[in-house]
């Protein structure tokens, strides 16, 4: 796409307006190289604190921290132009006070160049997403089941079903009415989540919640095949480049060690190239 036809890219605003429209289109990036592959396709992209278990090899999010996301969200913030950038407040950045959230939500945003950010919880958090957004910082909402926290959750498990539904349901109208500008719903049943969908005035995303979501997520890694350690059940995978990049990798060892690579027009000769005739 040249660079006269690029959209502008949308903001909190914007996205919050496409409630009930077209369905909202995004991924997670951590690189700059893929956030450019992802630019014309996506309406925002979410660096994630998942990137602390897909590049960095983490059991989990908690181990992500304010300088990871920060150094994260510049090496993506370099790749997009047509797409709002969301980055992930991580673990203890903004839990203990609503002013602590703000001051570290305010240094990821001037440092990165973030349209918004992104943090997890639900009725207990209303109050910090409340604060954030009267002081300009968009806040997008994450529900259902929060990695951040596993270790009280029991895990990566589904949250909603049965009498946990009306917990769930409190958590999406309490950050709406907060001012959250949209609510990510994870692992959700997929009649919670289109009943959520049905009330709240904000885009919901989905990520294992239901295809009746204003719009859906994925982990980039999970959805081309890069990580591949799990794949949850609601991951479909588009490609699976992880196993031809293995294959790649091997077949330039064996050439290396059968001293194939590199071959003659792969190096240098010791005379500089003639230069042609001047015309």
């Known amino acids: 796409m040249s660079a006269t036809a690029r959209k502008k890219a949308p903001n909190a605003q914007d996205?919050?307006?496409?409630?009930?429209?077209?369905?909202?289109?995004?991924?997670?990036?951590?690189?700059?190289?893929?956030?450019?592959?992802m630019d014309d396709h996506c309406d925002f992209v979410l660096v994630g604190d998942s990137v602390g278990m897909v590049l960095h090899g983490l059991e989990s999010t908690l181990g992500v921290t304010m300088e990871m996301m920060v150094m994260h969200g510049q090496a993506v913030s370099r790749g997009l132009e047509s797409a709002m950038m969301v980055i992930d407040m991580p673990f203890a950045s903004y839990e203990h006070s609503p002013a602590e959230a703000f001051r570290n939500a305010a240094q990821l945003m001037s440092e990165t160049s973030a349209g918004a950010v992104k943090l997890e919880g639900g009725v207990e958090m209303a109050e910090t997403i409340r604060f954030l957004?009267?002081?300009?910082?968009?806040?997008?909402?994450?529900?259902?089941?929060?990695?951040?926290?596993?270790?009280?959750?029991?895990?990566?498990?589904?949250?909603?079903?049965d009498e946990q539904a009306e917990a769930v349901l409190e958590d999406a109208r309490a950050v709406a009415e907060a001012g959250a500008f949209s609510v990510v719903l994870e692992k959700v049943p997929h009649k919670l989540a289109d009943q959520i969908t049905d009330e709240i005035e904000i885009p919901t995303i989905g990520i294992g919640a239901s295809a009746g979501c204003d719009g859906q997520i994925l982990v980039v890694d999970d959805m081309v095949g890069f990580f591949t350690a799990f794949k949850p059940k609601f991951v479909k995978r588009y490609a699976e480049l992880g196993p031809l990049a293995e294959a790649a990798i091997a077949e330039y060892a064996a050439e290396v060690r059968a001293r194939t690579f590199p071959a003659d027009e792969h190096v240098f000769s010791d005379q500089a190239p003639s230069k042609g005739p001047k015309t």
């Open 15 to 37: 996205i919050r307006a496409r409630k009930g429209g077209e369905p909202l289109v995004s991924l997670t990036a951590y690189t700059t190289p893929m956030a450019r592959l």
């Open 133 to 161: 957004v009267k002081r300009g910082i968009p806040v997008m909402a994450h529900i259902g089941l929060t990695p951040q926290s596993i270790n009280t959750l029991g895990g990566y498990k589904v949250q909603g079903r």
